[in-house]
């Protein structure tokens, strides 16, 4: 099942479509500056992707996920599966913005007896769904917790994350294949297509494409959108949340930039896992800032950091 995200949607008012866009823009813009301190402390780290799914993560936490900031476990919660377990920094520097945990606590990422280890771990971090690691296991953990809050009459709905790189594993399309088959509309799959992984382009290791092809042809309903442009990615979101949560499951295709936001790792070689030199966080914070206010749509008031 294929639908455009032009698909017609009941009218939100133009004011409140552009305050919760820019709401989003500025919960992204936080995130990004608090990957960057969790970065610097360890010198190193998955910033790269953290930064370019940003947008996708706030989109997310600041308009579309039903939780409690106090209570990571009510039981009527909407569910984030993180797959890729790796993206964690990100995740922390989302579950800090959305006071799920200390903005403080993102201080010890990384280190020994932390809550926030470098890979997302379910029983260290509030608000981590899963644990990851080896990729592939999110979208099957995602398909059994749709199912299993059907048939507790729930109606909190799951997202998982996983990456294009995510796609090369075997158990994603079992998953896909047993979604379409119990009909789980309450279930959304988030690809992000950043077009690298660990062993370099995606397309090179192994080609991915036609994506949108491949998830309609098992049955899924598809969209796919521009990852870093949070107007686009509401209108999404929209669309699904209207749906029938007894149809057709759905997968939002993001296309994403590794770095985005900061030029300096936008360009950066071997970028998957990144090793930063002391004296270029000052440069990546400044070239932040400068983007953010550079962005006409956005306001910086209250923000910089």
Known sequence: MTTDVTTPHEAIDVAEQA??????????????????????E???GYVGQALG???????????????????????????????????????YAALAEAGIVP????????????????????SYTPG???????????????????????????TARVYNFLS????????TWEAAMGAVHHQLGNLTALVDINALQADGPTAGVLSIEPIHDKWAAFGWSVRRVDGNDPEALL????????????????VLVC????????????????????????HEWAICRAQLIEGFHSDAAATTKGDER
């Open 53 to 91: 799914a940003a947008d996708m993560f706030a989109a997310i936490y600041a308009n579309r996920l039903r939780y409690r900031a106090d209570d990571p476990h009510w039981d009527e919660r909407d569910r984030f599966l993180l797959s890729t377990g790796h993206y964690a920094i990100g995740l």
């Open 42 to 44: 360890q010198g190193q």
């Open 255 to 278: 296309d994403t930039k590794v770095g985005r936001g900061v030029p300096l790792l936008e360009t950066r070689e071997k970028s998957h896992f990144m090793r930063i030199d002391e």
């Open 128 to 154: 981590m769904e899963i644990s990851g690691g080896s990729l592939g296991h999110g979208l099957p953990v995602a398909v059994g917790l749709a199912l299993g809050l059907r048939y507790r009459a729930s």
């Open 19 to 40: 305050a919760r866009t820019d709401e989003v823009r500025r919960f992204a813009y936080r995130m990004r500056h608090d990957v960057l301190n969790m970065g610097e």
């Open 235 to 250: 209108r999404a979101f929209d669309i699904i949340a209207d749906s029938d949560p007894a149809g057709a499951p759905h």
């Open 164 to 171: 294009d790189g995510e796609l090369n594993e075997g158990s």
């Open 103 to 122: 903005v403080a606590e993102l201080q010890t990422y990384g280190s020994d007896d932390s809550r926030l280890p470098m890979s997302g771990m379910a």
